[in-house]
């Protein structure tokens, strides 16, 4: 008879376990407003793919308008709502401003339901880039909004150096942070503003996750392209794919005509030589002329040539620059310092300082040794140089690693090789693996979402 | 608005799906253009040959003016090159350029500020004006491009090898005589020692070049462009041994100048291209 009730028991147990995993979990899923995050329809839809069962607080209010209310009002609201609704056991996920109003939500200690949170690349200790993105006050350039004219400005350089309008596209997302009302809202979010500053630790269980973009030097190009994707799937690579095309083609191309002047610089004065040597004596002067002319017009091919080589390289310059400049105004960095091999022959003579120092004297005799001798240096073997350079704190193109962390987190995850707006995408491997592991209790019970 | 009441949004999200990584893939079809050099060249140039780039101020007083952000941006770089250059009987041609491994690469940590653009390309195939990228794997990237050489341009650099590969040579005197007659009917030459002569010509735009003529190797060695206020804008200058047509390219040195973005300052690039083999055929 014991053995009956223990198996009745076992089955009746065995059953309620299986109920209870099949219980969807309450979660809400907040992202920060649209400039700095895209929405997480795709993850979402992603995460029932993959039979993660969970249903979702309402949030249509909020992403009708997500600037419409600062943090502490939407923080307010969503404790209201999920109060009056009698809900428990919320899992928060926020993207971004999103995971602020989460820490708020649980700061308030309203009886909203909220147990605990995952913050995916959420600015935790405010977001320096706000104090370079957001003018001083109105009518004031940001220092962004500078940056970006500047860079503009010395693309006029390089006329032809259009690469998908890839510096307007910066300029443009760079001006909105300067309307007002936006302005505002953003302004929340700089390290030591009052909303950063009174935010607490949350007292509920939370996980970090922290996008690390470490492809290369060109973050806040692939920024763009993923904010310009952000309704699709985030992809970083459009702007920098036309960017890098035009500088490919542009130089492949000048390089290639530059190597077929270089035969004809080979066989050019030697050719003319030879026909003028198996020239008629009628003909002497047309060939003379002909001669005269094909150097003439050599010379300017090339002078056109270097011309170009010179627009690409502004055009590559003006690239680095906006890059490079974003991120030493935005991360901190370390200057190393390096030894490199590179030939020898840096150190001796050039042919250019031959023509400085004709400018001065004009004196033939000596710029003619001097062109005799420039380019007979010793370039067999290698000497070394010291080079420095910069290297900033790993980031998002968006925060600092520091600026994404929060002490005490249960478990921190790295997207790695992912900018800003790509951390809220499951498409990109370390991001799906961080939310897989969390929700199959890799950080433990808290953040489990049942299958 | 739960989204499992729009099964068509998780039916796009499932074609979305498939296999996407953080980064760009740049896999392509397997290239069929990827062959090998066609051999009815008439004149055939090849090179393996090492360019190190360097940027200074061209005035080194003014060094102390460049900002961080300006001395971040002039990072030197090294690549290696084997070109070839492949000129065909009816001024078509093909020339491939193929990036190797320096003797001594410079290298940086990944996300350096202001480190230099890479190629996203390993070889690039340059077939009569159509430029086909590939990968280390010898795949398309992409095939774009419609940068072309004239025919005319082709051929008449064809025939300058022709017809000094079916007449007698060049002599010194020849050459001499042949500059003198040059300068005689208006080219506007300087004779210096060690058999350079330096050759002016102004452009309509008062712009003007000067070409280095080595007489000693009977060709042009190096040219430099100026702006129409004699400022000078680029130079390239050419060590070699032996004599027109018969010549081995050592080493070159360029010299380019730009605007630091920052500070204005006028910046000198040098590029020394050492050649590790230079074969030319006609």
């Not at chain 2, 990036?99 to 690469?105: E, G, L």
């Not at chain 2, 210096?192 to 280095?212: K, L, M, Q």
């Not at chain 2, 400022?231 to 050592?250: D, T, W």
Request: net charge negative; hydrophobic share 40%.
């Amino acid at each position: 008879m014991k053995k009956i009730f223990l198996i009745f028991g076992l089955l009746c147990l065995s059953g309620v376990v299986h109920l209870y995993a099949q219980t969807p979990r309450k979660t809400l899923w907040l992202s920060g407003p649209g400039l700095t995050s895209p929405q997480w329809l795709n993850t979402i839809g992603i995460a029932q793919m993959e039979s993660y069962k969970f249903d979702q607080v309402n949030t249509w209010q909020y992403y009708n308008n997500t600037n419409a209310n600062d943090i502490p009002t939407w923080a307010q609201q969503f404790n209201t709502q999920m109060a009056n609704a009698g809900q428990t056991d919320v899992l928060g996920i926020g993207h971004d401003a999103g995971g602020l109003i989460l820490r708020y939500m649980a700061q308030l200690q309203s009886t909203n339901g909220l147990n605990a949170i995952i913050l995916d690349g959420v600015p935790n200790q405010g977001g320096a880039v706000f104090s370079k993105l957001t003018p001083t006050s109105d009518g004031i350039l940001s220092e962004a909004q500078r940056l970006v004219n500047n860079a503009l400005n010395y693309r006029t350089q390089a006329q032809n150096c259009v690469a998908c309008r890839t510096i307007e596209a910066t300029q443009s997302y760079i001006n909105t942070f300067a309307v007002s009302s936006i302005a505002d809202y953003y302004r929340q979010l700089k390290p030591g503003s009052p909303l950063i500053t009174n935010l607490q630790t949350p007292t509920i269980p939370y996980a970090v996750i922290w996008g690390n973009e470490n492809d290369d030097a060109l973050g806040l190009t692939r920024l763009m392209s993923s904010w310009s994707n952000a309704g699709l799937q985030g992809q970083d690579r459009e702007y920098l794919e036309c960017m890098g095309k035009e500088l490919e083609q542009r130089l492949v191309s000048a390089n290639q005509n530059f190597a077929i002047s270089t035969l004809r610089a080979i066989a050019g004065l030697a050719g003319a030589v030879s026909k003028l040597k198996l020239s008629q004596p009628g003909t002497v002067g047309a060939v003379i002329e002909s001669t005269l002319n094909a150097v003439a017009t050599g010379l300017r091919g090339l002078y056109d040539l270097k011309n170009e080589f010179r627009e690409i390289l502004e055009c590559e310059l003006v690239h680095q620059a906006l890059n490079a400049k974003w991120t030493l105004m935005n991360f901190p960095y370390n200057a190393i310092t390096e030894t490199i091999t590179v030939p020898n022959c840096y150190s001796l003579i050039s042919c250019d300082d031959c023509w400085t120092q004709y400018a001065s004297d004009h004196d033939d005799q000596i710029l003619g040794y001097c062109l005799s001798v420039c380019n007979e240096q010793i370039c067999d073997g290698t000497t070394t140089a010291t080079v420095t350079y910069l290297v900033p704190e790993p980031n998002d193109a968006l925060y600092t690693k520091t600026e994404q962390s929060l002490a005490g987190a249960a478990k921190t995850y790295e997207a790695i090789s992912c900018n800003h707006m790509q951390e809220s995408f499951w498409l990109y491997p370390t991001v799906r693996d961080a939310f897989t592991d969390l929700f199959n209790g890799g950080a433990g019970a808290a953040f489990v979402v049942p299958k | 608005m739960k989204l499992k009441q729009i099964p068509p949004l998780l039916i796009l999200l499932t074609l979305l799906y498939w296999g996407t990584s953080c980064k760009s893939n740049d896999q392509g079809d397997t290239d069929s253009t990827n062959q090998a050099l066609v051999s009815n060249c008439v004149v055939e140039l090849t090179y393996d040959a090492e360019t190190t780039s360097m940027m200074e101020a061209a005035n080194p007083q003014e060094a102390a003016q460049l900002t961080e952000l300006d001395k971040a941006l002039m990072l030197p770089k090294n690549d290696r090159k084997l070109e070839s250059i492949c000129l065909k009987e009816d001024g078509k041609y093909l020339i491939t350029s193929e990036y190797m491994t320096p003797t001594h690469p410079i290298q940086y940590p990944v996300g350096t500020i202001g480190e230099p653009f890479k190629p996203r390309y390993k070889k690039v195939i340059n077939n009569n004006g159509d430029l086909t990228f590939l990968n280390a794997l010898g795949e398309t990237i992409y095939n774009d491009g419609t940068f072309t050489t004239p025919t005319t341009e082709v051929l008449s650099v064809i025939e300058l090898f022709q017809t000094l590969k079916t007449q007698p040579a060049v002599t010194d005197a020849d050459f001499n005589n042949t500059i003198s007659l040059l300068t005689t009917n208006g080219l506007n030459t300087t004779q210096f020692p060690n058999g350079i002569v330096a050759a002016r010509t102004n452009h309509t735009d008062n712009s003007y070049s000067i070409a280095i003529i080595d007489k000693n190797a009977h060709m042009q060695t190096g040219q430099l462009n100026f702006d129409a206020n004699g400022v000078l804008q680029h130079l390239f200058m050419i060590k070699l041994s032996g004599v027109a047509p018969q010549v081995v390219f050592e080493r070159m040195v360029q010299v380019d100048f730009i605007n630091a973005f920052e500070s204005g300052i006028r910046l000198k690039r040098t590029q020394l291209t050492n050649y590790q083999t230079f074969n030319l055929l006609f």
